[in-house]
């Protein structure tokens, strides 16, 4: 069984507890709360190794908004998660896809968990969501040449 | 689950005989947090102390920060902490029932526990290896007890064999070893290791691979009530006239060997995981408070330093009191030891050489989150027997630890009920980091009752950490790589003019109490003989 099938099973094992309560009669919430947390468990990816979602939003959701927070504009205390909105360094590409595959300071590198697809996925949504609007996306190959040689494995 | 027989071939056989004899660099890259090592500690540090009165200016307060002035002020400097939080400790805190904490993103974590169980979302066992600690825990008076590292009790689990039905990790281990020993002794018989092995050894080693392994007389792993002996009984031998004892019954090998559970068990054979391990009494803020106790009249909080200036013979240190945006003021010193995580100083204006500013740039911090569940009872004694230890599962939860404290009691407790570092690979870090508090509880609820079908009657709160949401780490730990070590390490610590860097980061031993010790304690070291030269 693969781990999505895992994470679905998992999932419908809940809708199915939420659902077997409706015999006596259902609280309605049981059965909302039941498919919410199994859209809360399609954040984890189904391969433990690398990311396994593939459009931009959903790479966003399990990732970069750990630290860039839900609304992109991110946090400061002692240090800062800069925000990814009002942020002149995102409207290059370039910049964006290379700091996602390689890191940034304190920020870990994800390009070594995520296939070319899915770091242009990434990059274009994060340049054309919290109020960017950059209408220049990157592609695959793009991001490819970007790659350090080692990273190609 | 049926299975096809299971023969392997020589080359099959040698690399298992590999794995359960000596793969102990394998399994260290397996492991959560698994750096092996000696410590270097060795023994209090000998200074000599000032020629004349001498100033040292310390930024940051956890256990690096306050070794290093309790040390430099015993041996006669005057010292000053500067610490960004309102509390010391850093990285080493426990919490507990009433304690509010908001995080980065402006989510409250609030922790509602009713008992006296407790979450340490940082460090939470210690190596007797780990020298330093414990001579401090020794020498500050923090009493410790037992922390079951290892429970044969506890559980392995994958959602994808035997059923998802959880197996002891006695279970496994005594099983592998078993079928390693019978296919080993049956090689040994064919003559296939006649290379390797000389005919004096071979019968040494088959006759103690029959102790070993549990092998009957005909070298094969099957049901004895010897068996039962090691491995337990399905019917417990009793008293009276209660039912004949029964042995339990081994699982085969190839099932075994495709449910990835034998994989989970080589984490308990990483050296910085051999029992016994230790824990503070009371939570791990403990060995913060010891240090704090000898140290708070010295430490300014509420400090958040933002520019490390260097002149010839001095550094000045600008700060906000009252954090982010706080009234600007200045400290001067003879000397600065920095303790600031690596991905907050990045952020800040530090004047040194060219070579430390790369090196304080180039190392990423580590991913890593906790969630503590407490439960109106413990039904992981009472039900299953499991009395402390930790279960390991494929699920991205990945390890549930019950408490090693309070056992047998009655009412709450609370169990450590996900928890992973990125120093696994795993990609789950990142998604249990992107959530609320809230989702946080609902996702380790929801994987967690695959394992205990108990969770649901029996779960009262829960509580949670990312460390990726903490403001003054930005992380868990500096995630140094061989590559990286090698360019910047010994840069990192060397000292620049008047500055040097200490903390967890300046060691070899990176996500360990022990680490930001001797990381301290060297770098005062080097400090002194540099005012004595
Ligand atoms: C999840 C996890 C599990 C761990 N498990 C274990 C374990 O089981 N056993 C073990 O021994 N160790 C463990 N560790 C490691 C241990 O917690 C650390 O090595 C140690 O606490 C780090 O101490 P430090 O003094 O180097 O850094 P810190 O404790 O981080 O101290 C740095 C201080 O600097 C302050 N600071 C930051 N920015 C500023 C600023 N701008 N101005 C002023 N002050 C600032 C911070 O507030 C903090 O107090 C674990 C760590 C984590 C995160």
Redesign the interface.
């Known amino acids: 069984m693969t781990k999505r099938r895992i994470l679905a099973c998992i999932a419908l094992t809940l809708m199915a507890t939420g659902a077997r309560t409706q015999e006596p009669p259902a609280p309605a919430e049981d059965t909302a709360a039941a498919q919410d947390t199994g859209t809360l468990l399609q954040r984890f990816s189904d391969d433990p190794d690398r990311f396994t979602q593939t459009d931009g939003e959903a790479l966003y959701r399990t990732t970069c908004q750990a630290c860039h927070m839900e609304d992109g504009r991110g946090d400061a205390g002692a240090g800062a998660h800069p925000p990814l909105a009002d942020n002149p360094k995102v409207a290059s590409k370039h910049f964006v896809a290379g700091v996602v595959m390689t890191g940034y300071h304190g920020m870990p590198r994800f390009g070594h968990q995520m296939s070319d697809d899915q770091v242009a996925e990434v990059t274009n949504y994060v340049r054309s969501s919290f109020g960017n609007d950059h209408s220049d996306p990157i592609t695959p190959d793009e991001v490819a040449d970007l790659r350090a040689p080692e990273d190609n494995d | 689950m049926t299975m096809p027989p299971f023969n392997p071939s020589r080359r099959q056989l040698l690399a298992m005989i590999g794995q359960v004899a000596g793969a102990a660099a394998m399994y260290q890259a397996m492991t959560s947090l698994g750096f092996a090592g000696e410590s270097g500690y060795t023994g209090e540090p000998d200074l000599q102390g000032p020629r004349e009165g001498r100033r040292v200016l310390i930024l940051g307060a956890g256990i690096a920060g306050m070794a290093a002035a309790y040390e430099m002020r015993r041996a006669g400097y005057e010292v000053k902490i500067l610490e ?2 309102d509390r010391q400790g850093g990285r080493c805190l426990t919490i507990r029932g009433g304690d509010r904490y908001t995080e ?3 989510h409250e974590i609030a922790c509602d526990f009713e008992g006296d169980g407790y979450l340490n979302p940082g460090p939470w066992r210690l190596p007797v290896h780990h020298r330093a600690v414990m001579d401090y825990c020794r020498k500050l008076g923090v009493p410790i007890h037992p922390f079951i590292i290892k429970n044969n009790k506890a559980f392995l689990h994958s ?2 064999a035997f059923d998802g039905r959880p197996q002891r990790i006695g279970h496994v281990e005594k099983d592998m070893r078993g079928h390693v020993s019978e296919l080993l002794a049956k090689s040994l018989h064919q003559g296939a290791l006649d290379d390797a092995v000389s005919a004096e050894d071979r019968e040494k080693l088959l006759e103690g691979l029959r102790g070993w392994g549990v092998l009957d007389s005909d070298f094969s792993y099957s049901v004895s009530d010897d068996l039962g002996g090691v491995r337990g009984w399905d019917i417990r031998p009793g008293g009276g006239l209660m039912a004949d004892r029964k042995p339990s019954q081994p699982v085969d090998l190839s099932p075994l060997l495709q449910s990835g559970l034998w994989e989970q068990l080589f984490g308990f054979n990483s050296y910085s995981f051999e029992p016994p391990m230790f824990e503070p009494v009371g939570g791990m803020d403990r060995i913060a408070d010891a240090f704090a106790r000898e140290v708070s009249d010295i430490v300014q909080l509420n400090a ?1 330093v933002t520019r490390i200036a260097q002149g010839e013979d001095g550094v000045t240190v600008t700060y906000e009191d009252g ?2 945006g706080g009234t600007v003021q200045e400290e001067s010193a003879d000397w600065c030891i920095c303790t ?5 100083l ?2 800040l204006d530090v004047d040194c050489s060219d070579a430390m500013q790369k090196a304080i ?1 180039a ?5 890593a989150f906790k969630v503590a569940l407490e439960f109106r009872r413990r039904f992981w004694e009472q039900d299953e027997g499991i009395y402390g230890g930790i279960s390991y599962t ?3 939860l990945v390890q549930i630890a019950y408490p090693s404290y309070g056992f047998l009691s009655d009412g709450p407790a609370v169990v450590q009920g996900a928890y992973d570092t ?1 120093t ?5 870090t ?2 249990w ?3 609320t508090p809230q ?1 946080r509880i ?2 380790a609820l ?2 967690g009752r ?1 394992i205990h079908p108990q969770y649901d009657a029996e779960f009262m709160s829960g509580t949670s950490w ?1 460390w ?2 903490v ?5 868990c730990y500096g ?1 140094w790589t061989e590559e990286l070590r090698d360019a910047h390490y010994k840069t990192l610590c060397e000292i620049d003019n008047r500055l040097v860097l200490a903390g967890e980061h300046c060691s070899h031993i990176p996500a360990w109490l022990e680490g930001s010790l001797l990381s301290a304690l060297d770098a005062i070291k080097r400090l002194d003989q540099r005012e004595n030269a």
Not at chain 2, 363 to 367: E, M, R, T
Not at chain 2, 424 to 428: A, D, L
Not at chain 2, 471 to 475: A, K, P, Y
């Open positions: 960004y939080q980065m993103g402006g959602a994808n958040r954090g982010r600031i995580p690596l991905s907050v990045v952020q740039a190392v990423p911090y580590a991913s494929d699920l991205p990125a696994g690979g795993r990609t789950f990142y998604s980091s992107t959530m989702e609902d996702a929801a994987l695959r990312v990726h949401r403001d003054w780490s930005l992380g995630q």
